[in-house]
């Protein structure tokens, strides 16, 4: 299974799978127009993609889903409450998902699971092959034992490291958004985020990617070591998703 991301923050989010014959666009909190330069820069064009699969109706996961998918008729996969928050006329491109049913799109198996998000019916996912097991996690406040059990035995992890909880305590945001940021429907710390990697089993793990740092309340310089710390690995080793630019196009392998 191949992956990359186009770009992972608050001022937006698009991730790709690829497997076999079909390529998941997941997220497109992109412009359309950007969303299509940006995949150019993968070698891919936008009509290209299987589908769009959509983690939650905030902008920086759908700014450009609605204006992508009528162009290339593209289908959008999303939760009963997504979907409810989307444009009307999107509707005869969606298929809704349970968050508890597994799915197939071509060559991938999708496996969502609920997750604690101010959203309608978030949602986040675990993608697989059949042989490897990438799972996705990003904009979540709280982690619950669904989670923990759906990311262990991962062959691949883009996990989110929102923000370091002194940089945002003493950062210019207004109180309200520390609060939101910081709650338990809102996203996770860095610590959090290394205290469940240090609690799921990760003895597949082959890529593990910090997602969705804050620009603002972060740095890949405190994200790099706790990850490394809780892995029991070089720090080298972690890689950190870039607002601008995402991440190469990665690989699970055959151990
Ligand atoms: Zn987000
Ligand atoms: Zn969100």
């Given amino acids: 299974m191949r992956f990359a991301s186009l770009g992972s923050g608050s001022r937006g989010n698009a991730t790709l799978i690829s497997q076999g014959k079909t390529t998941l666009l997941v997220d497109c909190g992109f412009s359309a127009r950007e969303t299509e330069k940006r995949l150019q820069g993968f070698g891919l064009d936008a009509s290209e993609l299987s589908a769009i699969v959509v983690t939650h109706e905030h902008a920086d996961h759908v700014n450009g889903v609605r204006v992508l998918a009528r162009k290339y008729q593209l289908p959008v996969y999303a939760t009963a409450g997504t979907a409810g928050c989307m444009s009307a006329d999107l509707v005869e491109l969606i298929t809704e998902f349970s968050c508890h049913d597994v799915f197939e799109i071509g060559d991938i198996e999708v496996h969502p699971f609920p997750v604690p998000h101010d959203a309608r019916e978030p949602s986040q996912f675990v993608f697989t ?127």
């Fill in 129 to 255: 092959n059949g042989q490897h097991r990438l799972g996705l996690l990003t904009d979540v406040g709280t982690v619950t034992p669904v989670i923990e059990q759906a990311l262990s035995q991962c062959d691949a992890l883009l996990l989110e490291a929102n923000h370091d909880i002194d940089m945002l305590d003493n950062g210019d945001y207004p109180d309200h958004l520390k609060y939101r940021v910081a709650g338990r429907l809102g996203h996770l710390n860095n610590v959090q985020s290394a205290t469940l990697l240090e609690k799921i089993d990760t003895t597949h793990l082959q890529h593990i990617v910090a997602m969705h740092l804050s620009e603002k309340n972060n740095s890949p310089d405190i994200v790099s070591p706790l990850f490394a710390q809780a892995l029991q690995c070089e720090q080298s080793w972690i890689s950190i998703a870039k607002q601008d630019t995402g991440f190469d196009w990665r690989e699970t392998i055959n151990g």
